[in-house]
T-cell receptor, first 114, second 110 residues
Framework: ETGVTQTPRHLVMGMTNKKSLKCEQHLGHNAMYWYKQSAKKPLELMFV???????ENNSVPSRFSPECPNSSHLFLHLHTLQPEDSALYLC?????????????FGPGTRLTVL | GEDVEQSLFLSVREGDSSVINCTYTDSSSTYLYWYKQEPGAGLQLLTY?????DMKQDQRLTVLLNKKDKHLSLRIADTQTGDSAIYFCAEIAGGFKTIFGAGTRLFVKA
């Protein structure tokens, strides 16, 4: 059992739907991350939050909207997605943001966009 | 640009050594990491090496770093079926960004 949980574990949605992914960390960390993992491609960093402020936005389309209401919770709001957005979305946390800080990953949400 | 490259696949017999290779681009990277992902799970930090080191050993794991060639390798001695997973090489690219490779899927045959 990791200290980072994600819900739902699986999500199927149509292109016109609106859904949200949730991440929660129980480690007392100050930084949280969203990554996209597609088959045979490098893990792509999407967003980084440090002390509830977004510090990195890696050229992610606006149909992905992150929210960090407190240092323990991170959301990824999804709307009007495309089939190519189907992937495993991983949340991670670390004590502080930035180099040298081990990231602890959640199990991911497997998203399928029809 | 920032890029971390790894071969996608490695197959070994149980008991043999596995060597997973990685090349990276940012010569200023201070940390280089190896993460492991088991089926249905997120990534777990396996080991890391500081850029001022050439080698790090941790039980069955040996990490070798060649800064001149920007080459990183992970050697797993006495590979077991439980080592079957995807192994990701990663570098710190500056700021808050960690750049991951595409992962090497290790198959261990009993």
């Amino acid at each position: 059992e990791t200290g980072v949980t994600q819900t739902p574990r699986h999500l199927v949605m149509g292109m016109t739907n609106k859904k949200s992914l949730k991440c929660e960390q129980h480690l007392g960390h100050n930084a949280m991350y969203w990554y996209k993992q597609s088959a045979k491609k490098p893990l792509e960093l999407m967003f980084v939050y440090s002390l509830e402020e977004r510090v990195e936005n890696n050229s992610v389309p606006s149909r992905f909207s992150p929210e960090c209401p407190n240092s323990s919770h991170l959301f990824l709001h999804l709307h009007t997605l495309q089939p190519e957005d189907s992937a495993l979305y991983l949340c991670a946390s670390s004590l502080q943001a930035g180099g040298g800080n081990e990231q602890f990953f959640g199990p991911g949400t497997r998203l399928t966009v029809l | 640009g920032e890029d971390v490259e790894q071969s996608l696949f490695l197959s070994v017999r149980e008991g043999d050594s596995s060597v997973i290779n990685c090349t990276y681009t940012d010569s200023s990277s201070t940390y280089l990491y190896w993460y492991k992902q088991e089926p249905g799970a997120g990534l777990q930090l396996l080991t890391y090496i500081f850029s001022n080191m050439d080698m790090k050993q941790d039980q069955r794991l040996t990490v070798l770093l060649n800064k001149k060639d920007k080459h990183l390798s992970l050697r797993i001695a006495d590979t077991q079926t439980g080592d079957s997973a995807i192994y990701f090489c990663a570098e710190i690219a500056g700021g808050f960004k960690t750049i991951f490779g595409a992962g090497t899927r290790l198959f261990v045959k009993a």
